[in-house]
């Protein structure tokens, strides 16, 4: 129902953009969000965007992430962007995109991000 792609391996400074591609039933009238595991650590929320009637298009970010990151979507194709700038090696994670508030059972595999040099 959920389906993240986009990472990989990049080098301090470099970049990424992820994508999610959600069902309708997931992706129509739920605001959505990109989310982040380290190893070792627990998973916590990087960007929102807003998705309904009064949220449309509104964004919000964890601080350790503004100015680099930007959250977008596509509602032609049920599909949510993260565009990640200047990574630094503490982005390195598996990044989820989910509901906001997450739901359990929409959580995907995940899309692995490795900033190294």
């Known amino acids: 129902q959920v389906v993240e792609s986009g990472g990989g391996l990049v080098q301090p400074g470099g970049s990424l953009r992820l994508s999610c591609v959600a069902s309708?039933?997931?992706?129509?009238?739920?605001?959505m969000a990109w989310y982040r595991q380290a190893p070792g650590k627990q998973r916590v929320l990087v960007a929102i965007?807003?998705?309904?009637?009064?949220?449309?298009?509104?964004?919000n970010y964890m601080d350790s992430v503004k100015g680099r990151f930007t959250i977008t979507k596509d509602n032609a194709k049920n599909t949510v962007y993260l565009e990640m700038n200047n990574l630094k090696p503490e982005d390195t994670a598996v990044y989820y995109c989910?509901?906001?508030?997450?739901?359990?059972?929409?959580w995907g595999q995940g899309t692995q991000v490795t900033v190294s040099s």
């Open positions: 989910n509901t906001n508030p997450w739901v359990e059972d929409y």
């Open positions: 309708e039933s997931i992706f129509y009238n739920n605001n």
């Open positions: 965007i807003g998705n309904t009637v009064i949220s449309d298009g509104n964004t």
